[in-house]
Nanobody, 123 residues
Framework: QVQLVESGGGSVQPGGSLILSCASA????????VGWWRQAPGKEREGVSC????????YYPDSAKARFTVVRDAFKNSVYLHLNSLKPEDTAVYYC????????????????WGQGTQVTVSS
């Protein structure tokens, strides 16, 4: 059973930073491609980063480039999403998701999901 647990969300002011964690239990997360997604109220879930299994190559959409960074710590069996220069429009529930094989921007390609962690950016 693949289980993912996110943590690290919270409330910050615009321009602030957070580090989200995605930990796995019972399996080796390094064997999986991990995507970070977010969903704001009334909006569709969107991808904000991805780190590939194997070579740890990364991908960011324009909304996240230069502000978000995804890193993998194989020793801790975790993946982290560094959120910097946060804006009010970054407010959402953030999810990590895992899949076998390479990166994908399609939500339905990820069979394993965490429960999400809330990020709120406001002054």
């Amino acid at each position: 059973q693949v289980q993912l647990v996110e943590s690290g969300g919270g409330s910050v002011q615009p321009g602030g930073s957070l580090i989200l964690s995605c930990a796995s239990a019972g399996f080796t997360l390094a064997h999986y491609t991990v995507g970070w997604w977010r969903q704001a109220p009334g909006k569709e879930r969107e991808g904000v980063s991805c780190i590939s299994r194997g070579d740890d190559s990364t991908y960011y959409p324009d909304s996240a480039k230069a502000r978000f960074t995804v890193v993998r710590d194989a020793f801790k069996n975790s993946v982290y999403l560094h959120l910097n220069s946060l804006k009010p429009e970054d407010t959402a529930v953030y999810y990590c998701a895992a899949k076998i094989h390479g990166m994908s921007g399609r939500l339905n390609d990820y069979p394993y999901w965490g429960q999400g962690t809330q990020v709120t950016v406001s002054s």
